[in-house]
Protein backbone atom coordinates (compact mmCIF):
# COMPACT_ATOMS: atom_id res chain seq x y z
CA UNK A 1 0.00 0.00 0.00
CA UNK A 2 1.28 3.64 -1.32
CA UNK A 3 1.11 5.88 1.42
CA UNK A 4 -1.04 9.33 1.32
CA UNK A 5 1.11 12.25 1.23
CA UNK A 6 0.10 15.83 1.65
CA UNK A 7 1.81 18.98 0.92
CA UNK A 8 3.55 19.23 4.15
CA UNK A 9 5.02 15.42 3.93
CA UNK A 10 6.25 16.50 0.29
CA UNK A 11 8.10 19.39 1.40
CA UNK A 12 9.66 17.59 3.64
CA UNK A 13 10.57 15.21 1.91
CA UNK A 14 12.08 17.91 -0.58
CA UNK A 15 13.75 19.72 2.07
CA UNK A 16 15.62 16.09 3.15
CA UNK A 17 16.39 15.21 -0.27
CA UNK A 18 18.34 19.19 -0.35
CA UNK A 19 20.15 18.79 2.91
CA UNK A 20 19.70 15.57 4.94
CA UNK A 21 21.15 17.05 7.66
CA UNK A 22 18.50 19.90 8.45
CA UNK A 23 17.51 19.40 12.30
CA UNK A 24 13.85 18.27 13.09
CA UNK A 25 14.18 22.11 14.63
CA UNK A 26 14.98 23.79 10.80
CA UNK A 27 12.65 21.41 9.17
CA UNK A 28 9.73 22.08 11.64
CA UNK A 29 10.50 25.41 11.49
CA UNK A 30 10.60 25.46 7.39
CA UNK A 31 6.81 23.86 7.24
CA UNK A 32 5.61 25.69 10.19
CA UNK A 33 4.76 22.49 12.08
CA UNK A 34 5.88 22.05 16.06
CA UNK A 35 9.07 20.24 16.12
CA UNK A 36 7.19 17.48 17.82
CA UNK A 37 4.75 17.07 15.24
CA UNK A 38 7.44 17.11 12.43
CA UNK A 39 9.21 14.69 14.25
CA UNK A 40 5.65 12.60 14.55
CA UNK A 41 5.81 12.90 10.81
CA UNK A 42 9.18 11.99 10.10
CA UNK A 43 9.15 8.71 11.99
CA UNK A 44 5.93 7.93 9.84
CA UNK A 45 7.51 8.58 6.83
CA UNK A 46 10.65 6.57 7.96
CA UNK A 47 8.39 3.72 9.03
CA UNK A 48 5.96 3.73 5.90
CA UNK A 49 9.16 3.40 4.08
CA UNK A 50 8.52 6.75 2.11
CA UNK A 51 12.51 8.02 3.88
CA UNK A 52 14.82 4.71 3.20
CA UNK A 53 17.88 6.29 5.11
CA UNK A 54 19.99 8.88 4.93
CA UNK A 55 23.88 9.38 3.23
CA UNK A 56 26.57 11.21 2.58
CA UNK A 57 26.95 12.24 -1.06
CA UNK A 58 30.70 12.34 -1.79
CA UNK A 59 32.91 13.86 -4.58
CA UNK A 60 33.96 10.92 -6.91
CA UNK A 61 37.69 12.48 -7.47
CA UNK A 62 38.08 12.87 -3.91
CA UNK A 63 38.10 8.96 -3.47
CA UNK A 64 39.26 8.13 -6.07
CA UNK A 65 36.47 7.12 -8.49
CA UNK A 66 36.24 9.72 -10.79
CA UNK A 67 35.49 7.38 -13.93
CA UNK A 68 31.20 6.20 -13.90
CA UNK A 69 31.14 3.36 -16.47
CA UNK A 70 27.30 2.35 -17.29
CA UNK A 71 27.87 -1.71 -18.43
CA UNK A 72 25.10 -3.75 -20.23
CA UNK A 73 25.03 -7.21 -19.03
CA UNK A 74 23.08 -9.81 -20.94
CA UNK A 75 22.89 -13.48 -19.41
CA UNK A 76 22.63 -16.59 -21.01
CA UNK A 77 18.75 -17.15 -19.56
CA UNK A 78 16.44 -15.68 -18.41
CA UNK A 79 15.29 -18.16 -15.99
CA UNK A 80 14.38 -17.95 -11.92
CA UNK A 81 17.78 -19.82 -11.76
CA UNK A 82 20.27 -17.42 -13.63
CA UNK A 83 18.83 -14.39 -12.39
CA UNK A 84 18.44 -15.20 -8.95
CA UNK A 85 22.60 -16.19 -9.45
CA UNK A 86 23.64 -12.99 -10.93
CA UNK A 87 21.56 -10.71 -8.53
CA UNK A 88 23.40 -12.69 -5.72
CA UNK A 89 26.63 -12.14 -7.24
CA UNK A 90 26.47 -8.85 -8.13
CA UNK A 91 25.39 -7.60 -4.95
CA UNK A 92 28.77 -8.16 -3.15
CA UNK A 93 30.37 -6.47 -5.71
CA UNK A 94 31.42 -2.88 -3.77
CA UNK A 95 32.53 -1.58 -7.14
CA UNK A 96 28.60 -1.90 -8.49
CA UNK A 97 27.18 1.58 -7.42
CA UNK A 98 23.68 0.54 -8.75
CA UNK A 99 22.22 -2.97 -11.05
CA UNK A 100 18.80 -2.26 -12.69
CA UNK A 101 17.11 -5.40 -14.05
CA UNK A 102 15.68 -4.04 -17.71
CA UNK A 103 13.76 -4.88 -20.09
CA UNK A 104 14.69 -4.55 -24.24
CA UNK A 105 18.39 -6.04 -25.35
CA UNK A 106 19.85 -6.45 -22.33
CA UNK A 107 19.18 -7.87 -19.22
CA UNK A 108 21.06 -5.83 -16.51
CA UNK A 109 21.96 -2.24 -16.39
CA UNK A 110 24.91 -1.43 -13.94
CA UNK A 111 26.92 1.62 -12.49
CA UNK A 112 30.18 1.41 -11.87
CA UNK A 113 32.99 3.78 -10.55
CA UNK A 114 36.24 2.98 -10.86
CA UNK A 115 39.73 5.39 -10.56
CA UNK A 116 40.98 5.08 -14.32
CA UNK A 117 40.64 2.78 -17.21
CA UNK A 118 42.91 0.47 -15.81
CA UNK A 119 41.03 -0.23 -12.66
CA UNK A 120 38.14 -0.48 -15.14
CA UNK A 121 40.06 -3.18 -17.19
CA UNK A 122 40.76 -5.42 -13.69
CA UNK A 123 36.80 -4.89 -12.85
CA UNK A 124 35.93 -5.90 -16.07
CA UNK A 125 38.37 -9.04 -16.50
CA UNK A 126 38.39 -10.33 -12.88
CA UNK A 127 35.19 -9.15 -11.43
CA UNK A 128 31.53 -8.51 -14.04
CA UNK A 129 33.12 -10.77 -16.58
CA UNK A 130 32.84 -13.27 -14.11
CA UNK A 131 29.70 -13.12 -12.47
CA UNK A 132 27.44 -16.12 -12.62
CA UNK A 133 25.44 -16.50 -16.34
CA UNK A 134 27.01 -13.80 -18.06
CA UNK A 135 27.65 -13.73 -21.43
CA UNK A 136 28.01 -10.34 -23.28
CA UNK A 137 29.09 -7.67 -21.44
CA UNK A 138 28.76 -3.58 -23.31
CA UNK A 139 30.10 -0.64 -21.93
CA UNK A 140 30.28 3.29 -21.94
CA UNK A 141 32.02 5.34 -19.99
CA UNK A 142 30.68 8.64 -18.71
CA UNK A 143 32.39 11.74 -20.06
CA UNK A 144 30.79 13.93 -17.31
CA UNK A 145 27.62 14.56 -15.35
CA UNK A 146 25.71 17.09 -16.66
CA UNK A 147 22.75 17.01 -14.08
CA UNK A 148 24.51 14.66 -10.81
CA UNK A 149 22.65 12.67 -9.08
CA UNK A 150 19.41 14.49 -7.48
CA UNK A 151 15.99 13.75 -5.79
CA UNK A 152 12.77 13.02 -6.72
CA UNK A 153 10.78 16.17 -8.04
CA UNK A 154 8.19 16.30 -5.62
Do not use: K, W
Amino acid sequence: MTPELDRIDRELLRLLQDDGRLSNAQLAENVALSPSACLRRLQRLEADGVIQGYRALLQPDAIQRALTVFIEVTLSGQGSHALDAFERAVAACPAVLECHLMSGDFDYLLRVAVADMADYERLHRHTISALPHVTRLRTAFAMRSVIPLRGYPL
